[in-house]
């Protein structure tokens, strides 16, 4: 199985107790990438197993990520995601970062999860508290890409999990790979015909156009003319130094 995800990006592993998420996460991400409740709760508390410290654990654990995040750097939350409101941080810090989101869903059969549990040397939660966590993960698991996840990935059985193959993407707007030079040109405020003259005057290179709202770069400063190319008004409105297309010529 193939799960294509962004070099770049905030990954929520899902799924009960015992269905492999930490085995899952530490064989295919790098350990400073993982973010682990179980290892923030023995941070708080020295015990993975208090319950008791899970708020405070959660609390550090967000703060450690969205400092990841800020510097760029993919991250792993190991937990079990299984709350939409829990999932709800998640998709929010991701939004306050611009950051896409990955969800990998730990969709193991029951038998499967309630064996493992019964086997687990180090810790074992009761039955009940498993079935009840299964509940919760068939009724929570079926909408995560309207929750705000842009990629989502089902793992069903153990052999999926062990095949899995993570395979990282470039981002829509990494040009590392292309050298300039370059002419970047702000907002053209409607003036696509004069941009075009313009590419044709100086030389016909190639213009492409981004719908981004933030597409505009501040260029060299231009004086502030008589709008005989129609956008005076809105080239006044965004101040000194943006660069109309239109004015690159005269400044």
């Known amino acids: 199985m193939k799960i294509e995800i962004p070099e770049f990006c905030l990954i929520a592993m899902v799924g009960v107790t015992s269905s492999g998420k930490s085995a899952f996460a530490g064989k295919h991400f790098k350990e400073e990438e ?7 709760r023995r941070m708080v ?13 959660f609390e550090l654990l967000y703060a450690v990520a969205e400092k990841r995040l ?33 969800a990998i869903v730990m969709d193991l059969p029951e038998k499967t999860i309630l064996q493992r549990n019964a086997g687990r040397a180090d810790r074992s939660i009761p039955e009940k508290k498993v079935r009840s ?3 919760a993960f068939r009724q929570g698991t079926g909408k995560l890409k309207e929750e705000g996840f842009r990629f ?24 590392k790979d292309e050298h300039g030079p370059f002419d970047i040109i702000g907002d053209v405020h409607g003036c696509a015909k004069e941009l075009k003259e313009l590419g044709i005057r100086y030389g016909g290179g190639h213009i492409s156009s981004s719908r981004r709202k ?21 080239c006044n409105a965004y101040g000194k130094g943006w660069l109309c297309p239109m004015r690159a010529g005269e400044s």
Request: charged share 35%; proline share 1%.
């Open 45 to 57: 508390s020295d015990d993975e197993n208090d319950q008791s410290v899970t708020a405070d654990a």
């Open 214 to 234: 933030d597409s505009r770069v501040r260029g060299r400063p231009v004086r502030q003319g008589t709008g005989k190319h129609g956008c005076a008004q809105a």
């Open 34 to 40: 993982i973010l682990s409740s179980d290892a923030f």
């Open 152 to 175: 989502v990935y089902f793992i069903k059985s153990e052999e999926e999990a062990d095949d899995a193959e993570i395979a990282y993407t470039k981002l829509w707007n990494d040009r």
């Open 70 to 102: 800020s510097h760029r750097k993919t991250t792993v939350i190991d937990a079990t995601n299984l709350r939409k409101d829990d999932r709800k941080k998640i998709t929010e810090l991701a939004k306050s970062q611009d950051v896409h989101t990955v």
């Open 133 to 135: 966590q299964m509940s």
